[in-house]
């Protein structure tokens, strides 16, 4: 395992008023198995780590034969909040069901259904080049359906995103409530919620990667985290993100948001599962 960290041991604990950056990732070869992105304050730390190391190490896709999980401090001046998004499931029979879903309510955002459907048969394929899945990302032009992502098969990890510790225990209540109880759920609501902060992005279009998991979603600022409840059959290992980015979008600068702003989610305007 590779501990990468950006200051000593004795200065993290000096720094215990910042707010720290922790991303895992693994993979088997050049298989990428799972990711996280947390932003955390010092004292839950050591258990968010703990807590992504085993993910790793117990993982439906395989057990990771290298894992990296990195901390980075950053200021606490520097964090926005944020509310999530509203949440919506919307219950299917099956797969193919699903992805005309998708593709219904994608095309309701104004895209247009050629792209919808180039996106969805890339994804589906496996959007790596080797037909594999993406570390992060497909970056879609909304108006020429083109790739934008410099390194196809690494995409763009969307990183530095957590729940506000305040809102924690009224998230996990809403969702107690409504019986859904996983922390995979809040880990993509609050992904969606902060791809869909930047006006540049139209939409958002998931499914997961990890074989036994069949729920993915289409976000976006105006409709919310709406979630299908099947996009893929099981045992199907290909999963991913897709983003759909307007023309004329400054894509360095957009980028440099998805990766680096640090952004803690507030619960939903609308009291809404
Ligand atoms: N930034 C960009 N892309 C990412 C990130 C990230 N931080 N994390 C994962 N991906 C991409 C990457 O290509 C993965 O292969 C793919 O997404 C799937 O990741 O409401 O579990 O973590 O029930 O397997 C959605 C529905 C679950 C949850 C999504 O995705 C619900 C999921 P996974
Ligand atoms: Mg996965």
Known sequence: MELTASRSHDSFRAMSQDIYSLRMRSSIGSKHISGAERLLEFPKLEDAASALL??????????????????????????????????????????LQGRQVASELLVQLGLRSEIVKSALSQLAAGPSPDGGVMRGAMLVDAETGQRLESDPARGIRVSRMDLDPAAQPVIDRLLQMAGLCNSRIVEAWVLASKVTLYPQIIAELCWSDDPDYLTGYVASAQHGYQRITHLK???NEIGGRVFFIKPATDLGRLIDKLQLEPVLFTPPAENCL
Do not use: D, M
């Not at 190490?57 to 998004?85: D, M, V, W, Y």
């Open 233 to 235: 059959e099981y045992g």
């Open 54 to 95: 085993t993910r790793a190490l117990n993982h439906s896709r395989g057990a990771a034969e290298k894992i990296s999980i990195t901390l980075q401090p950053l200021a606490r001046e520097q964090l926005i909040k944020r509310p999530l998004l509203n949440f919506s499931t919307i219950e299917v029979n099956n797969w």
